[in-house]
């Protein structure tokens, strides 16, 4: 996939109709959506998610813990599988594999998600998580959806 | 490692010392401790901790989040590396793959995890992780933790 | 899955018969299975191969080189696939994850695959490797084959 | 990291010397890098890598083999580091994880990777796999090096 070119195209749900669909459908999400992740930009194949810093996702060290990069990782790939295949909430992750690779600061994270692989039954994607205002990489995720077959 | 001579061989810290540990350092930790997790077992090189069941942690369909299962099986894993290594409350993931394999279902989950590798910088391990009474898999963990030097 | 039970069951393609296939259907793989793969035991969900040393094969340092423990790790896991699937031979493989324990040593290493999920469209395994006569694992892999529709 | 910048800045060792340091210490390589692969770029943290066509690469299907592109992505990872950290010969893969995403056509196959993290003892790093002429990817591997201490 060139992630040139899908970035250019309008995802099958705008962002506004995503967080529509979440909010609707899913009383957790929606409370995460108001108070840990604000869905900032959605595209074909990708999206933009930040999670909210809060100081009890802090573990000893006083970094943020691996289990919040690894949910922030996985909401945001589904987002990105969602933009490009459409309202399918029941597509499940199958495989995901993090690596952690700096110590991240006491702020928001920011998560970027974009496919490398649309098929009819997976689909492939990366995560890269950055702190808020720097440019290297916290962690890196790539991970698998397997799409169920629409009615 | 021969995972069978291990499990005969007694921990690095005990399972009573490991939970004072965790409790009188971390407070997070030790609200989870009674909240979340039950730590059932230690031995030498790996344990089982008891992911205790909550309404709040499932997701659409019925199931246990993705989220929940790779929170569990990276502090299982971690308490996998202190049982072998002792108290390096700092040691780090720098690296874990999870595969789901079955819905959980809607009550507790146990993950047994052991270690494949005790380094000197870094410990690989494994965890399993199932509903409590089914002999199923319902994910699949390896996960790397980078062990600092002791001063 | 039980993998005690499992390893009771019959295999739905014995080693005899799954030997010969390949040999009848894949040039290659006839040579290799001559030169550089003995299939020692296959049952239902899992099998044991062994990969032949040769000089060649070492790489700096005096041990296997990794590419050569990945090609055995993925040949291992297809057959484990095919004996509990049966004759597909174009299941592919979607993702590998191997971790590397130990430095093996200039000998045969012995593989034993088994699977953790056997699915419709998807099978997941682990295999532990092993040099011959070391009850260490040298290296340990999950895998993910994608089975066809059999037509 | 930013690869922007790194991607400016001079490798630690220039392609040519790298080519000639591995000719002169590796008789495998150097069989290897006349015949099976081709450097054809190298900058500071990254490479790219030719995968010559062979007809004894392909695997039912009349695709190339996953083991294939395993040991490509394995091979111009380990480039990647020497690039960044100088001639570390006794790096040693720790952790590999792939992703297949797309049936590669019967040609070469082209590699790029580039290091996501350079730590004194580990470095991380991802590689895109392509088919020559293709922007879609046909696998997508992340990977870690342990980093010997020099000497």
Redesign the interface.
Same mark, same amino acid.
């Given at each position: 996939? !060139?992630s040139t070119t899908k970035k250019m195209a309008a995802p099958k749900l705008s962002r506004k109709k995503l967080i529509g669909l979440l909010q609707a459908?899913?009383p957790?999400a929606s409370h995460a959506l108001g108070s840990n992740y604000a869905i900032e930009k959605v595209w074909h194949g990708g999206c933009r998610v930040r999670r909210l810093f809060h100081q009890?996702a802090?573990?000893?060290?006083g970094t943020i !813990?691996?289990?919040v990069m690894?949910?922030l990782a996985?909401?945001t790939l589904y987002l990105a599988v969602l933009s490009a295949v459409g309202w399918v909430?029941?597509a499940? @992750?199958?495989?995901? @594999?993090?690596?952690?690779? *700096?110590k991240p600061a006491a702020r928001d994270l920011i998560a970027e998600a974009r496919l490398? *692989?649309l098929g009819k039954?997976?689909a492939?994607g990366?995560v890269a998580i950055r702190s808020d205002g720097d440019?290297?990489?916290v962690a890196?995720v @790539?991970g698998?959806y !397997?799409i169920p077959i629409k009615a």
């Open positions: 996939m !060139s459908e899913f957790q009890r802090l573990r000893p060290g !813990s691996g289990p690894m949910g996985d909401f909430p029941l499940v @992750t199958t495989n995901l @594999t993090i690596n952690f690779l *700096k490398l *692989k039954r997976l492939v990366e440019s290297d990489l890196h @790539t698998t !397997s």
